[in-house]
């Protein structure tokens, strides 16, 4: 069995993805392991929509209409369908007087590391991407998101090809710069 330690080691992310994507059977459990975020007060302030085939030509569609560039609106709309499923993580803020919206974030952005790492080591590829159309009124609406969500971004998920399955060497950390005592 992986540890921990060995599945951070190995994950990579992939921006070349193909069918299939895991199904929404098999991204379940995965999901539903998500209640190990930590998370204060246990509001589980996030949310993710999963969009695969046409459903993704939506958030494409949203990506070229915020982006006004007529001439540039295929190249826009195709970007959605670099993987064959495309999950929106959305921050879903619950009331609280205990807990800000900067902790909550927090754990919607845990939700998507940890959602990456689990669905890396079961051998899926995945990739967080973002854009500078993100946080984008069109974007916002496609996603049929309440007044208070906003979104961290997607995980674009689907398949490695063999070729790209090889993990890289990582730049090792420079420990003192980010490890320190008081
Ligand atoms: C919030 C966030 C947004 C990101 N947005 C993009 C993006 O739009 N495009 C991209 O190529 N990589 C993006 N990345 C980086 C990739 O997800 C990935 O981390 C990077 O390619 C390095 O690969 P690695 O995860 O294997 O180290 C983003 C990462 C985060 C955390």
Redesign the pocket.
């Known amino acids: 069995m992986t540890t921990a330690l060995e599945a951070l080691e190995l994950?990579?992310?992939?921006?070349k993805l193909v069918d299939p994507a895991p199904s929404p059977e098999q991204l379940a459990p995965l999901v539903a392991a998500m209640t190990s975020v930590a998370d204060h007060s246990g509001l589980r302030p996030w949310r993710l929509i999963e969009m695969r085939g046409d459903a993704r030509t939506i958030l494409g569609e949203a990506l070229a209409d915020a982006a006004e560039k007529p001439d540039k609106r295929e190249k826009l709309i195709k970007k959605a369908e670099r993987a064959p499923l495309v999950l929106a993580v959305v921050v879903s803020p619950r009331k609280s007087d205990k807990v800000p919206l900067w902790e909550q974030e927090a754990v919607a952005?845990g939700v998507?590391?940890l959602l990456?790492l689990l669905l890396d080591e079961a051998g899926w590829g995945?990739?967080?991407?973002?854009?500078s159309h993100?946080r984008s009124a069109a974007v916002h609406r496609a996603h049929q998101l309440g007044e208070h969500e906003y979104l961290?971004?997607w995980l674009y998920i689907g398949s490695v090809p063999d070729q790209d399955r090889r993990a890289?060497p990582?730049k090792p950390l420079d420990l003192p710069k980010h490890l320190s005592a008081l």
């Not at 995945?126 to 854009?131: K, P, Q, Y």
């Open positions: 994950r990579r992310s992939h921006s952005s998507a590391h990456s995945v990739i967080w991407r973002t854009g993100t961290l971004g890289k990582r």
